[in-house]
Structure formats: C-alpha cells, structure tokens
C-alpha cells in the first residue's frame, strides 16, 4: 500500500497532518545497522512470557507455532516490523515459572524441527513479512524452587549470593510475610565461579547456532527484568570485587560482552541479528515527569548502554525495566505515559553523538504502556514539537488484545489523513484497546509480586485463546473482560496436557522415592539408636 504525504508548513500540525506525519514515519522501514536485515515498519511485537511450553520446560508446542502464527498472519496488508518470543531459556534447570522454552543442551533433531516451525510461524508471507528474533535468556537468581527446573536443595547461580526479597528491610507484619513469601519461593543464589561464567556464556553461544540453523533471523540477549545477565549490572545483586564486579560499565557488561563477541564470532556479522533487551528500572527514580536532568541512576543506565553501542556489534538495544522485586514490567495499564521515554530519549542521543562519525548507531527500541497513538507518536517524534525517544515501538501486551495492530492502525491513520480538518484529539488519547488490569482480592497480603502475577496470569489466558483461534472477534469488539484475577490465576496454574500429567506423575513419583527413601534411612537409624539404647 502506497501512502502520500500531506504537508503543512505550520508549527502546530492539524489532526489530517499527525495522522498523514505518523503513517510516513511507523510505516517506513529502517535497516538494521549490523547485520543489514531490513525491519519494515516501526512495530515490534516484544517478548512476553507465553506458560505454552511443555511443563519443566522443553520445545516449542503446536500452542506456540500456532500463537506466533497468529501475529504473522493478523493481516494480508501490514505485518509486525519484528516478532520476539518469549525468553527461551539457555539452561534447562534455570527456568522462570515452569513452562519456558529451552535450549536443547546438545544435537536433538526433534527439537531443532519443532524450532524451525515456530521460526516458519514467525515469518509473515509476503516480501515485507516480519523478522523472526528468538530471545535467549538465564533466569539466574530469579528461577524459583520446583518450578525452576531443579531440586529443593540446587541453589540457582547468580553474580553474588543474594536471595530475592532478602534487601527488604522488614519494618511491619506485611514486611515480615513479604520475606517469607519470597523465602520459601527463592532460594539463596550460589556465586557463580569463573568456570560457571565460561558455561553460561557457551550456552548462550549455542542457544545463537540453534536460533540460526531453525531459520530464525536473529537472537535478543535478555539482560532486563532481574534475570541472570541484568544481575551483573545492579549493586543489589551484584557484589563482586573482581573483572565481573559492577565497579565500572565495562566491568559489569563483561559477560554480556563476551557472549556478544562470541556470537558474532560463530554467526558472522551479516543477515543475522543481535540485539540486547537492557534494563533501566533499576536506574530510573521513576519520577521522570517534571525533572530537567537526569538522575544519578539514569545516568548509569545510559552509561551502560553507551557502552554496549560502543562495541559496534549489535543492532538494537530494547529499553525497560523492573524485576521480581518491583515488577512493574509484569502490570498493565492504558492510562499512565509511555515508561522510561526519558532514558530512551537520552540514550538516543548520546547515541547519535557517540556514533556520528565512527560507527553505525544501534536502533533503539523502547517497550513499556505505548497503548495509544498518541504514545506511539511521541516515542518516535512523528511531530514537530518533539525529537523522538526511540527507532522502534516495542508492544507487549497490547499485541494480546490487538494482534493486527499494525494493520489497523495503518488504516485508521490513512481514513484520519484523508478526512477533513479537526481539533479533536479524542481519538489519539483512546488506547488501541481497553487494557484489563486484574488486581488480587481485597483480603489477600499487598505483595508486589503477587498482583503483578495476577496480572500476567490474566494475559497468559488470554495468550492461550489467542493460540486456540479465540481471543479477538472479527469485527475487533471488546473481549470477555469479566475473568477476575482468583480465576485468571487459576486457569493458568491448573493447566495440563497429556504429556504433563505423564511428566507430572512421574515427577511426583520421584519426589516420593526420595521422600520414602528418607523416611525409612530415619526410620533405621532411630531403631539402631533404640537398640543400641537398650544393650
């Protein structure tokens, strides 16, 4: 489809103008700076945790090809400019909430079939489909007890021994319930010697060959949201006095750059991408209306992204933030303003400047509430008031409600540039769709994490009816909106296939093995002591 441009040389556009301007600008491709794939509009489908795969981990499932198809096939006319999975894990026993996609740890021609159908599923048809980018990760301290894939006793690896929850200073009883919760959900991380680094990073490494040889067009490296890589870059968890400390950016990203140089080392640099998912929630002061300058904390975080453009070997930096212990990245909302838009808009500029003459700048990418087109104009400066924040609109769960956004917002732009002048802006302000945001009951403990993962729990529902065909109605009306955060919470958990319950028994009846075996070794060693008592 062809789009032609309505100019005004007035400082203040009309409504015909923004939707004429902001058509040209989120429907125009930009090629990606490294590996020269060519991303076709401004609008990436980010990645978002799905609860599809099998339990304990494993492969991609027919749920999965076909939810990913979903989003590639929404529309005949405008595709996603990318589509990222949900983080696929790297290690088998570091998952996050028992249903993530993993890595095969060697040569497994099942799985490597069942990952390149889901990088089929991913390419739109049509010589202007989406990119295909799997995003590798490592839950790290975050992979919680039994679901995380390993045994009550295995401690999680993680930069520096600190459990999550355990920095919360416990002044009151919801304090002091906050720390059991995360007690009995984390376990304390073991501090990951130099060897377990070299492990990670060849994991990650081969999890980027696995990606390449299913067909998909690249690989993002999840350093955000309190997983592994993220670990290394925050005081909080990051207590190291060696090369891996976070005493410097280049300290800090070390790993991550290691792991970056030895993809690109077995990948090669052209026609397949590398990008980093970076946190700024740990940095941000999280008052970024109404400040002229930047924090201290926000200015780490873009140090720290500085550093990485400096390596001139990846494509796109994606900005966002939070983690388990303040997980805003996990809630919903239609009404707040685009999260981190001043970190990004700063990092985007120190970009610029930094890679004016020498290399090619990183694309960024900003991921956090851009629900309406208002947001999406402002992020990529598709007016003349405002320079723009970042390259990229990165969707998360608005792509749940929306899967054919691109497409209906490519009409909805081009009816508005043709349609009479206007001062009503209604229609900028309304969010693409009503976000639900389910909150737990009245009486349940005001614990982040918890309604956050009532939160999430609502839109992984919604994730598994848009897999089964369902999810949104042909004309685009409203979703059933009625399921609470007890139900939403329950039809997630409460979940199985066949091959679960197989899995799932015969995990049980390990437990109980052990369990038994435990009893009865106490059981014997009470009687001997009872015997020898008695001589």
């Not at 390993?150 to 906050?178: C, F, I, W």
């Not at 990073?201 to 999890?207: I, Y």
């Not at 990004?344 to 309406?372: F, H, W, Y």
Request: aromatic fraction near 8%; glycine fraction near 8%; hydrophobic fraction near 45%.
């Amino acid at each position: 489809m062809l789009y032609t441009r309505t100019s005004s040389h007035e400082l203040e556009m009309n409504m015909a103008d923004e939707a004429c301007s902001l058509l040209d600008v989120v429907f125009s491709p930009v090629t990606l700076p490294v590996s020269r794939l060519t991303v076709h509009n401004r609008l990436v489908k980010v990645a978002l945790y799905e609860h599809l795969a099998p339990l304990l981990g494993g492969a991609p499932t027919r749920l999965l090809h076909d939810l990913y198809s979903r989003w590639a096939t929404s529309s005949l006319e405008q595709h996603w400019g990318m589509i990222m999975t949900g983080n696929v894990q790297v290690a088998h026993d570091h998952l996050t909430l028992g249903r993530d996609m993993v890595i095969p740890e060697s040569d497994d021609p099942a799985a490597l079939v069942s990952f390149r159908a889901l990088a089929d599923a991913m390419h739109s048809p049509g010589r202007h489909g989406s990119l295909a980018i799997m995003q590798l990760s490592h839950a790290g301290r975050q992979s919680a007890n039994i679901i995380g894939g390993r045994t009550l006793l295995s401690q999680p690896l993680a930069p520096s021994p600190v459990r999550v929850g355990s920095g919360k200073e416990v002044r009151y009883a919801l304090d002091a319930l906050s720390y059991v919760f995360h007690a009995l959900l984390f376990q304390t991380p073991r501090e990951m010697s130099i060897q377990d680094i070299d492990g990670v990073v060849a994991r990650f490494v081969h999890g980027a060959l696995v990606a390449r040889d299913a067909g998909f067009d690249g690989i993002q490296l999840h350093c955000a949201h309190g997983y592994l890589l993220s670990e290394f870059l925050s005081a909080k968890t990051n207590r190291r006095h060696d090369e891996y400390s976070c005493a410097s950016p280049q300290n800090a990203l070390r790993i991550l750059r290691r792991i970056v140089t030895d993809i690109r080392a077995a990948t090669g640099l052209v026609n397949f991408a590398v990008g980093v998912k970076i946190g700024a929630g740990d940095y941000s002061s999280g008052t970024d209306v109404g400040l002229e300058e930047l924090t201290l904390s926000e200015r780490i975080a873009v140090a720290y992204i500085s550093e990485v453009a400096s390596w001139g070997t990846v494509d796109f930096i994606e900005i966002s933030g939070g983690d388990y212990e303040k997980p805003d990245f996990m809630t919903a909302s239609s009404s707040k303003a685009p999260f981190f838009a001043r970190v990004a808009k700063a990092v985007r500029a120190a970009l610029d400047e930094q890679c004016k003459s020498t290399m090619p700048r990183p694309l960024v990418i900003l991921t956090g509430n851009l629900t309406t087109p208002r947001a999406v104009q402002q992020v990529l400066g598709a007016e003349t008031r405002s320079a723009p924040s970042a390259d990229l609109c990165g969707i998360g769960r608005m792509a749940i409600l929306r899967p054919d956004l691109p497409a209906r917002l490519a009409g909805e732009l081009q009816a508005r540039s043709e349609e009479e002048s206007t001062d009503d802006d209604s229609w900028w302000r309304t969010p693409f769709h009503h976000m639900p945001n389910p909150t737990p009951p009245s009486w349940l403990p005001k614990i982040g994490l918890v309604g956050a993962g009532s939160s999430m729990a609502w839109y992984n529902v919604r994730l598994r009816a848009l897999a089964n065909g369902g999810g949104v109605s042909a004309d685009g009306g409203e979703l059933d909106d009625k399921m609470g955060p007890v139900s939403a919470v329950l039809r997630m958990w409460l979940w199985f296939t066949v091959e679960d319950a197989r899995k799932l028994g015969w995990y049980l009846a390990e437990w109980a093995f052990w369990a038994v075996s435990l009893f009865l070794i106490v059981l014997l060693a009470w009687l001997m002591t009872a015997y020898n008592d008695g001589m």
